[in-house]
């Protein structure tokens, strides 16, 4: 393993338990999470629970193991719009930005997955095991972000409806 498998790597499993950890606490909450997706204007707020917890358990097991990483990549950066759009764009860019966390977090986290997407997953990946990593990657890898964030603005369009 080179230094470039060695650090693709790291940040798929860096990325992949972030996402494991978020969705285990959004599992782990489910009136907590639906409650929190309803005060911020969603529609149908027991299924953004269920998409979203299913979503982010999902994409943090693909990439740990680095099985269809372009497109569990894609899904970060879905998961990293929507956080952005409703939660953390209006406090700016500082993640210290109290009471509200500024979107530093989430741009941070959409890099590294548009990195990935781009760079592909490395050598130590069922990707490449199965040789499909050079069919996901580079601009087929771009491809599949720009379809994580229609996917995300769709679903903005379709079920968020904040208060005015």
């Given at each position: 393993?080179d230094?470039?498998?060695?650090?693709?790597?790291?940040?798929?499993?860096?990325l992949?338990?972030?996402?494991?950890?978020h969705?285990?606490?959004?599992?782990?909450?489910?009136l907590?999470?639906?409650?929190?997706?309803?005060?911020?204007?969603?529609?149908?707020?027991?299924?953004?629970?269920a998409?979203?917890?299913?979503?982010?358990?999902?994409?943090g097991?693909?990439?740990?193991?680095g099985?269809?990483?372009?497109?569990?990549?894609?899904?970060?950066?879905?998961?990293?719009?929507?956080?952005?759009?409703?939660?953390h764009?209006?406090?700016?860019?500082?993640?210290?930005?109290?009471?509200?966390?500024?979107?530093?977090y989430?741009?941070?986290?959409s890099?590294?997955?548009?990195?990935l997407?781009i760079?592909g997953?490395?050598?130590?990946?069922?990707?490449?095991?199965l040789?499909?990593?050079?069919?996901?990657?580079?601009?087929?890898g771009?491809?599949?972000?720009?379809?994580?964030?229609?996917?995300a603005?769709?679903?903005?369009?379709?079920?968020f409806?904040?208060?005015r």
């Amino acid at each position: 393993m080179d230094s470039f498998d060695a650090a693709m790597l790291v940040l798929r499993i860096g990325l992949g338990l972030v996402f494991i950890a978020h969705g285990i606490k959004h599992a782990r909450g489910r009136l907590k999470t639906t409650n929190w997706f309803a005060s911020m204007g969603f529609l149908a707020p027991g299924m953004q629970w269920a998409v979203s917890t299913a979503t982010e358990l999902a994409v943090g097991l693909l990439l740990l193991a680095g099985l269809l990483t372009s497109l569990a990549a894609a899904g970060v950066i879905g998961i990293m719009f929507v956080a952005f759009w409703t939660v953390h764009r209006p406090a700016g860019f500082w993640v210290t930005a109290r009471p509200d966390e500024g979107w530093e977090y989430v741009f941070t986290l959409s890099v590294a997955a548009v990195a990935l997407a781009i760079a592909g997953p490395g050598e130590a990946s069922l990707d490449h095991a199965l040789d499909i990593s050079a069919n996901l990657d580079g601009w087929v890898g771009a491809a599949l972000v720009v379809g994580g964030l229609v996917t995300a603005a769709l679903q903005l369009a379709t079920f968020f409806r904040p208060e005015r």
